[in-house]
């Protein structure tokens, strides 16, 4: 039967019961007022969709931003602070391996599973990777992205049932091109560390960085860039951090990181 | 044998009798002198093929238009409006998971069933991607694309059968790129909501709004895009209207949430 | 064995016994005096193969020019009237989900079937279609297409054998891409319905439009498409024809269609 | 076992045994001095190949020319007047049908074969045809084509064997960007019917023209293609004098003919 | 089973038993500086996962340069210095003839068995070679691309497992087209030998070269290439010594043979 | 098994044991001193690889030039020059028909086997022709290219152990496009005949021409091609002398054949 595999198709790279929590494990920081934005846009989707009056049974949200911005993390806190009873994590990570027939069976099964709870969540990670996207060529799993279309517009079948779907993602334009990001009904953009303030506040919240370093490191990283713009993830700045705790010299090796990644996302950029 | 599998072929995703009806549950607002005309328009090609002469044994209209401009509300609202004793709803939505040749066979299915019947109308919605039509490459189902051609052509064998065929699509240059656009009949374009006029028609409509809340959100609309158009498609305006009602400041929410998507619109356009 | 499978193939759609017949069922109407050449140069073609010194054993002719302009009616008229024993239409229609292998094998049977009779006509119909050919990529069958370029060449093995191959296509240019064209001993180019002189000579045979209404019909095309030249398939005039019979405005109608027609048509060609 | 299938192999088009002869039975007509050239060249390949000094065991020679021109003729005829005890036809129209690796093991079995004899010719028409070579995309068969390349320069394992090849092809250009023309060691140019005295024997010989109506068809080829250049192959010519026997004006018919064809074939220069 | 076929997938050159070790059988020699920062560097990432507080559960970092600069060698070096219970490397010499699923499961078991331990290294080498990349077209194995994406962002799903991947790679722009290079948390450049002072560090150290032969091979470079800039990998160099040892004339074979591999880097650069 | 099949595969295109002693058949002519570098050149690689302290285990060669310049007969004397007791040549002549996977195989076993011996050369002919590599597209084999790549830097696991590799090519500027010229440890260029003097040490040495008929024939390509240059390949020089030989006039016949095929390469370059 058309279906029967699918109890047999296990994740090739450990076990699928990977927690959305765990991706909130160390706490959101509120480096920038955009964070509480985000939350609080997050929050009036998640309204919309528990309305009894039934006017809104599937809502979609994109999550879009650079590499380690944070992206998953804040669909996660959105996941989890909604209370619905049904929460669920769609990600590649546990789709290694899997055919493109597995992945649109994993997908159906999912969607099914949330169809049976009155509110629920599914989040989406990586949805770039999920379609196999490539740039070069570029390459993807139209099966899988035929399917992904189709499930975000599809209407619950049974009356009463309603469900949100958050999806991240790094390549907002793919998924333009690929005609994905116009099933969405609402975006939410996520953003770097951009300001020095920005990066001020991450530092102080880190507890490693006296007062004296924290200005001696962002004034060698303006010294080194020539700028006073940041431009980098949550993510490379904790994993810096923790790098430069290594070194006796704390605030020049994490200058010296920091701007080593600046530059990079530059010269990426241009 | 080569028909044989086609009984075992289910959709993977819910049932198949997916209903028509269901797409016009919330009624159709005649927000726009248009809606009357593409209505009338459908039911002089209705007229055609009812036409006892036979004349006009099959007739293929294609109704192409932005994203949620109202083009499946529309065919489906023709189609039962019509009062032809066969009325079937093709979508992609009940083929997801199939491969091209199943396709085919649904798609011979529906038309051979079709022309059991004296007079029939199938509607086959968002035709682009039943050829699994991506922009990327550009890709697509070559086996469902030459049925299509041969089916919009093929006069019923049996005399005294007749067929309307309503197609819908958001991606008229691509049919035509395609070379399956210019197998159609006919051709109805489906616009969005483009007018201050047309949105005020439908905020009315909703019910949602006081008279002063509707001038503000308009005006805040213009103030923000610079602009008086609008250039929406009728779906995201009522979602539009759904999101702001969680908010303590409707029209304040509503006007930001259109102004996105109008800029969004014109940003895809540039 | 290799040509074991053949007899199993049976057509998707419907069955295969396709009349030549039923394409010129409406008659000819010889809206213009290229109607009456063409069909004679049909007859010159029959003669030189009928002739009796086996000198033209085989002899390929093909029929371009735009959709609906009725190359396949000439065609069929022209393979009627030749009185050969043998007729035989090969289309896509009757070919709809088969394999590239079957199509091959299905040629081969039409081709081997013939040279059983003195005297033949095969009518490939679409013969773009024939080979899948899509103009996106573009793509198309090599195994048929290959097929096709040794089927238009190769002689009779038996001597005596005489056959007449008439293809349509709406593709001239694509099928010299495909180096199918140069294959062909003639060409024979089928027009549209080009002056208003001819567009006036079916209208009145139509009998739908009083003279008055005819003048009014022609004189409302100019005026809006500013232009007296038309250049439209007489298929879609004659289905424009119905579709002004359901509305009470007749020649108001048929001018609204036949101009956005003309226009349409014209966008594709600049 | 890996050659076991061979056997089982049989062309789908007809019998295998096309003989060479066939290819010239109406004569060869020396319509202008380069086809005694090209006979004279083909005789010096055959009397370096026949040499008792084995100093060349294998030869492979290009005739190229524009379709219809007279390459597999000429071909031919070289073949039957060497005299050799092995000849043999390789041609795509016995190979229809066939899977690359079933044309691999064809070429494979007639170089066996042809190695068996002491002196042979193994004739390869339409040597692009052969790699399915398709002008879009453009594609063709590498497995194939891989072969051919290894065949044209292996010589053969036992001594005093020795092997003339002669392939014929419409795209010299083709070969070249496949690699495949510089593994031959020579090439012959066969030109088409160029000059007015040139297509004029070929009309004397047909016996079909009296000299005022050879005059004639001449002159009004000239007077409408504006041009004393002629440029169609001599296959043409002579099918145009057929199709032209048919009418009742002989020279007018004729002289239409070839200025359809001369125009096409300038345009497909252009 | 999924996994099944894992035990059964043998390399097919030779043992798998590749050890890491081999790699720095001759010694690293400190040619310049940069060696020793890149190993100081090394050592930082090594103590960032070493760290208790399981702050950086999982470190990837990218050695990229030219051919033959030492980046296996120095990440050997690293790996081995770490002194961590688990060493692994994974290269593509282990997977010639490998499926790109069989890459996968050996992949997949290596970041397994590093799971096992709490303090693993796994190098992979040619990282680009694992994905099958070549430049023409490109190419590339999207499966285990993905894969790979996956493995080096994926936490151990077990508290206080650690672990650092060391790739190595010549394509780091490739690297970056195929969103690779985005998923590793730092990168090393590995340096050609590119000054005199430093060639002549490399020659003194193989003990092949008098103090004058070193002068006259580094003088005679100079000469023939009229630069003073060498650019040559560290491999390149020691095996120009070899051959330079079978000649009579040591430095002046010396001389030529860098010479000429330096101009060839040159050219490949413009 | 997976390496089960190996045994029974067996090329296409009569035996494998084509002997290396069969490419020098005629020997060597020393037409220029470069040809005595080569062999120089090739020496000194023998004898490096020869060396007793195995610094150098595998070393490999690209000789890289024109069709016909006599890369293969100057690797097979280098080759048999050697006396290492293991020499073997692989072919694309000996693996016609032959899967990816099966030409992989071939290889590997050929370097097993090569293992077995302490010193050994291989000779890969054709290298390009090895991943059936085709300008058109291009196309070639990723499979092989990636086992050849990695089997020409993989060292012996066995100490002690030495291998030598030369490879043969027409397409150095392919290999490096596709990666695999920079895994050569040395490249040889090999030239055409490309002077007049050059020419007439050929000529002379054949013994076909008298010193007056020699000085005609030069005398006359001159005149021809208007050039002094040459530039054509041992192989079409000796070939063009025995075509040439079966005309009357040799000289004559000889300047014709050889300025057609000065100007044919001449073309291609330009
Ligand atoms: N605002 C934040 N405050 C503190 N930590 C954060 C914040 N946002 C993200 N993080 C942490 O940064 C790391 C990376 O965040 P996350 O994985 O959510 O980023 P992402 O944008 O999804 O990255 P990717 O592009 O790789 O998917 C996680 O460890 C997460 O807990
Ligand atoms: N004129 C209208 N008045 C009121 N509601 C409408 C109108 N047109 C469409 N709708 C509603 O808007 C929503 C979207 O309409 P519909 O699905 O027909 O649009 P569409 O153009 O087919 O969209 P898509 O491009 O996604 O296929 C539906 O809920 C439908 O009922
Ligand atoms: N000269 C004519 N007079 C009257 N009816 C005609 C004429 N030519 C064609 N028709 C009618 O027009 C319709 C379309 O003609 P036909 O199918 O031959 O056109 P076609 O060029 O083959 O179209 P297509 O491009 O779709 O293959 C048919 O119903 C046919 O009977
Ligand atoms: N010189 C000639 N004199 C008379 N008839 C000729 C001559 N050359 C060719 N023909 C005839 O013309 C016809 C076509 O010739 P042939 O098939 O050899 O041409 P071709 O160049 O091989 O064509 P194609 O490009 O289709 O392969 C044949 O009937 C052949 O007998
Ligand atoms: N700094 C060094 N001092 C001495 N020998 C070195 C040094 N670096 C590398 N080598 C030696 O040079 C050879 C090539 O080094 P290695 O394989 O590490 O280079 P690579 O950059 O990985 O090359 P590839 O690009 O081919 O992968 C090895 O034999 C290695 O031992
Ligand atoms: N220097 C030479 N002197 C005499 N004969 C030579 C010389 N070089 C090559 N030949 C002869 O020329 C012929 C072609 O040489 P060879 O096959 O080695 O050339 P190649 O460069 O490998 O050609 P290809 O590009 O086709 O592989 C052979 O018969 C060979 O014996
Ligand atoms: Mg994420
Ligand atoms: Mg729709
Ligand atoms: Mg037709
Ligand atoms: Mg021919
Ligand atoms: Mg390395
Ligand atoms: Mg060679």
């Given amino acids: 039967d058309f279906l029967g595999a699918l109890d047999e198709v296990k994740p090739l790279f450990g076990a699928a019961e990977e927690e959305l929590g ?6 959101i920081i509120n480096f920038s007022t955009y964070i509480d934005d985000i939350l609080e846009e997050g929050r009036l989707y998640i309204n919309q969709v528990r309305k009894p009056d039934n ?7 994109a999550l879009h931003g650079p590499p380690g911005s944070g992206k998953t993390a804040l669909a996660a806190k959105m996941a989890i602070d909604s209370g619905f009873p049904f929460i669920k994590l769609v990600s590649p990570e546990n789709m290694v391996g899997f055919s493109e027939m597995q992945k649109v069976q994993q997908l159906d099964k999912t969607f099914r599973d949330a169809y049976k709870s009155p509110l ?46 958050l999806a991240t993602t790094t390549e907002r334009t793919v998924l333009q ?3 994905l990001f116009s099933k969405f009904d609402a975006e939410i953009a996520v953003p770097n560390v951009n300001t020095q303030a920005e990066l001020a506040n991450v530092l102080q919240h880190s507890g490693a960085f006296s007062d004296r370093d924290l ?22 700045v904790l994993k810096g951090i923790q790098t430069a705790k290594q070194d006796s010299d704390l ?13 990079a996302n530059r010269s990426l950029q241009a």
Same sequence: chains 1, 2, 3, 4, 5, 6.
């Fill in 215 to 236: 200005q001696r490191a962002i004034g060698e990283i303006q010294e080194i860039t020539g700028d006073t713009r940041i431009g980098v993830g949550v993510e490379r």
């Fill in 251 to 263: 605030p020049g090796r994490f200058a010296r990181v920091m701007s080593n990644q600046i530059s």
């Fill in 55 to 61: 006017s809104t049974p599937i809502l979609s949200v």
């Fill in 177 to 179: 091109q690929l005609d």
């Fill in 120 to 165: 629920s969540v599914i989040v989406i990670d990586n949805i770039e990777m999920l379609v196999d996207w490539v740039p070069i060529g570029p390459r993807f799993s139209n099966t899988v992205l035929v399917a992904l279309k189709v499930l975000l517009k599809k209407k619950p079948e049974k009356k009463g049932r309603r469900l949100l779907i």
């Fill in 22 to 27: 765990e991706r909130i494990e160390g706490g």
